[in-house]
């Protein structure tokens, strides 16, 4: 025991933790210094030194300190039963939307079994779209949780149960549906869907862990809101109706969507990251790094598929126009 006390009286009585304040050891190593060991040993003073040192080890690891700092009695049930109901959530909506579509559109009898799978697989997609596109931008815009004159402290930190309910489900729903991409691969989407789903997975999954940056991860969510477009396209595709107005409206709707969601509301995110890069160098190392990588990444992808989004209406539209 004397030889634990004896540690404790090297460290610096004025040392002062960035962020968390400072603890007053001068108490305490003078006790220490003078022999009065067994004062420690019979009272709580020992269990408080035993902490103080536990938080100098943690601050030397500030990937631990935040992924162990969130991980509470509320996280420990959280996270998994909204991981599970995201999955859940899949399986359900799959069912559901070939339940509805062999009742009600006649074509979906005569389609072959692929396209019956990637049917309902893209129910349950534009399901989760609409979901967390909705979530994210009542946390964003109606709620008060990351409004800078309202919210106290970075905005980096915030977070609340519904945000992180959020993450759960949307890991669970891309864990499923990259499931589904892999097993009928390519049927379902090439590598560069298996990618989208992998960084996203990535992202979410150490935001949920470290409790930072949710603010980011729900602008990229929010970007979801594109995903029912994109399977209302293919949807009047697959049910031979590529020539309708319909198709043609949902063209420019898509197109529009996709140039406000995903390529001006990205220039947002990265404007609002260098306007805030004080409080984005908080984040720990590797979650820093993350944000810094990530985000560019999917913005280069978002960027492709707009590309190819415009080719297409134009297609379209010259169609239309010629068989005018």
């Not at 006790?31 to 943690?58: F, P, Q, S, W, Y």
């Not at 043609?248 to 890069?277: E, K, S």
């Amino acid at each position: 025991m004397v030889g634990r006390a004896v540690g404790v009286s090297q460290l610096d009585p004025t040392w002062t933790r960035p962020g968390k304040g400072q603890f007053n050891y001068s108490e305490v190593v003078r006790r220490v210094r003078d022999g009065e060991i067994e004062a420690i040993i019979n009272d709580h003073e020992l269990n408080n030194v035993t902490k103080n040192i536990m938080a100098l080890n943690v601050e030397q690891n500030p990937i631990e300190e935040e992924m162990v700092g969130n991980f509470g009695s509320t996280e420990q049930i959280l996270w998994p039963v909204s991981f599970i109901s995201g999955i859940f959530m899949c399986k359900i909506v799959y069912e559901i939307t070939g339940l509805i579509s062999r009742e009600f559109f006649k074509g979906y009898h005569s389609l072959s079994k692929p396209t019956k799978i990637e049917w309902n697989n893209r129910g349950f997609s534009t399901f989760h779209a609409i979901l967390v596109a909705a979530i994210s931008f009542y946390l964003l815009v109606l709620s008060d949780l990351f409004k800078e004159r309202t919210a106290v402290g970075s905005i980096i930190d915030r977070k609340s149960l519904l945000s992180d309910s959020l993450c759960g489900i949307s890991i669970g729903y891309f864990f499923t549906d990259l499931g589904m991409i892999l097993w009928y691969f390519p049927a379902l989407g090439g590598m560069e869907y298996v990618l989208h789903h992998v960084l996203s997975m990535y992202a979410i999954l150490l935001s949920l862990i470290s409790g930072q940056a949710q603010y980011y991860i729900l602008m990229v969510l929010f970007s979801e809101i594109t995903t029912p477009f994109v399977n209302l396209r293919w949807y009047l595709d697959a049910y031979g109706q590529k020539s309708s107005m319909l198709y043609i409206c949902n063209g420019v709707a898509l197109f529009l969507g996709w140039l406000a969601a995903r390529i001006l509301l990205f220039i947002f995110f990265f404007a609002h990251m260098y306007l805030h890069f004080d409080q984005v160098r908080t984040i720990f190392p590797l979650g820093f790094y993350s944000i810094l990588s990530v985000p560019p990444l999917i913005a280069v992808m978002n960027a492709y598929w707009f590309l190819k989004i415009f080719k297409g209406l134009v297609k379209t539209l010259s169609r239309k126009r010629h068989a005018q």
